[in-house]
């Protein structure tokens, strides 16, 4: 069963506002990525943060992790019209093990526009 | 620059057609994945592969088959396609470690008539 789950599915900004989209997870995990995709295209990796971490930055993203309500939120800063693209999350799994211990659960993604 | 290659962006086949959909990595990565991308359900593991010949099943096997003869090649094959198996397919490597991303290719769009 699908592990993270996106909310918003759709968010509109304006070019220059922040943009927070959040997961939530059901099960214990090592760690939780974000990655974005553009319309039609394979999805890009853009930040990992690990179960023992709280907040992490990249640039202008910001990703918090509270493991005691399963959730995180991804932050852009700033918004540009080029971020307009999906944002997914994905999580392992602490129970699994071996090969399956590599495996990543994406959620269904936040679609973000923003308006120039 | 590292790289995840697939066989087509685009591709038209009959129900009942065998298909071959291939997928390519240049960074000598153990893992890799099939999913397969729909709209609101996300990414669905469909089988991944931890080393040559080996596969794993994901989360939505039925209907498809894998195949890992070399460690950069994985081949997803759909014995006989139906139109329910109209969807983007995505590829995916990473090295045999936690907290590792994957690298995608650019997706495979089939479409099943």
């Known amino acids: 069963s699908q592990q993270g789950e996106e909310d918003p599915q759709a968010l509109s900004i304006q070019e220059g506002e922040n943009a927070t989209m959040n997961c939530s997870y059901k099960t214990s995990i090592n760690n939780l990525q974000w990655y974005r995709q553009n319309s039609g295209r394979g999805l890009v990796h853009l930040i990992l943060i690990r179960s023992n971490e709280r907040e992490k930055h990249s640039g202008r993203l910001r990703v918090t992790l509270d493991t005691s309500k399963k959730s995180s939120s991804l932050l852009i800063t700033a918004s540009r019209a080029a971020d307009t693209a999906s944002y997914f999350c994905a999580t392992d799994a602490k129970a699994y093990s071996g090969a399956g211990s590599y495996q990543l659960t994406f959620g269904k993604g936040t679609k973000l526009s923003v308006i120039p | 620059d590292v790289k995840v290659t697939q066989s087509s962006r685009y591709l038209v086949k009959r129900t009942g057609e065998k298909v071959f959909l291939e997928c390519v990595q240049d960074?000598?990565?153990?893992?890799m994945f099939w999913y397969r991308q729909d709209p609101g359900l996300g990414l669905r593991l469909i089988y991944f592969?931890?080393?040559?010949?080996?596969?794993e099943k994901g989360d939505i096997p039925e209907g498809y088959s894998v195949s890992r003869e070399k460690k950069e090649r994985f081949s997803l094959i759909l014995e006989s396609a139906s139109t329910n198996q109209t969807s983007m397919y995505l590829c995916a490597s990473c090295k045999p470690r936690l907290a590792v991303e994957q690298y995608f290719g650019p997706g495979t769009r089939l479409t099943v008539t």
């Open positions: 592969s931890y080393d040559v010949k080996m596969k």
């Open positions: 960074m000598d990565h153990e893992n």
